[in-house]
T-cell receptor
Framework: DAGITQSPRYKITETGRQVTLMCHQT?????MFWYRQDLGHGLRLIYY???????DKGEVPDGYVVSRSKTENFPLTLESATRSQTSVYFC?????????????FGSGTRLTVV | GQQLNQSPQSMFIQEGEDVSMNCTSS?????WLWYKQDPGEGPVLLIA?????ELTSNGRLTAQFGITRKDSFLNISASIPSDVGIYFC???????????FGKGTRLSVIA
């Protein structure tokens, strides 16, 4: 199906474990983004990518790693999960970084770190 | 970094009432966007604004790009139960920087 899909929808992991959240888009959008949503903080940018093999830090990058070997995929890895990384994570894509067309968001991954 | 102040944080309104919310920036923006997030879903774009003073409607929703370029407003007329959700403003001041989001306004509609 066309669109942007995130997997898994729900994930529970233990402190210290590595976990990878997946994001896949079918529009060949150049730009992809990872946001986290927390009560009282709204949406905060973690990392973004302008194209394959080009990534940049956002507002809250510490503890996260991204890669983009293919245009359509933009996985987010928590190298050693901490309880403070319990959050809802949203992936988004756009044809432009300046958001002339807006960003299209996935349905999110709810991550709980215990 | 850039910050957006969105208010109110939450609203409880009766069905049929009109709703107003706003967003202010510490710096000038050249694009303002309004999103709605339904429970358990990602945000969905409602309205995009590209010029100072611009007024754009989408059904019962109307948004305005403030003339100072540091604020934007969203109005919802005759609210209905499906308007429930979180409304986010977002903006950017250049084509080279990602969107910055406000913290959201949580809207509850009482039937």
């Amino acid at each position: 199906d066309a669109g942007i899909t995130q997997s898994p929808r729900y994930k529970i992991t233990e402190t210290g474990r590595q976990v990878t959240l997946m994001c896949h888009q079918t529009w060949s959008h150049s730009y992809m983004f990872w946001y986290r949503q927390d009560l009282g903080h709204g949406l905060r940018l973690i990392y973004y990518s302008a194209a394959a093999d080009i990534t940049d830090k956002g507002e809250v990058p510490d503890g996260y790693v991204v890669s983009r070997s293919k245009t359509e995929n933009f996985p987010l890895t928590l190298e050693s999960a901490t309880r403070s990384q319990t959050s809802v994570y949203f992936c988004a894509s756009s044809a432009s970084q300046g958001a002339y067309y807006g960003y299209t968001f996935g349905s999110g991954t709810r991550l709980t770190v215990v | 970094g850039q910050q957006l102040n969105q208010s109110p944080q939450s609203m409880f309104i009766q069905e049929g009432e009109d709703v107003s919310m706003n967003c202010t920036s510490s710096s000038i923006f050249n694009t303002w966007l309004w999103y709605k997030q339904d429970p358990g879903e990602g945000p969905v774009l409602l309205i995009a604004l590209y010029k100072a003073g611009e007024l754009t409607s989408n059904g019962r929703l109307t948004a305005q790009f403030g003339i100072t370029r540091k604020d934007s407003f969203l109005n919802i007329s005759a609210s209905i139960p499906s308007d429930v959700g979180i409304y986010f403003c977002a903006g950017t001041n250049s084509g080279n920087t990602p969107l910055v989001f406000g913290k959201g306004t949580r809207l509850s509609v009482i039937a």
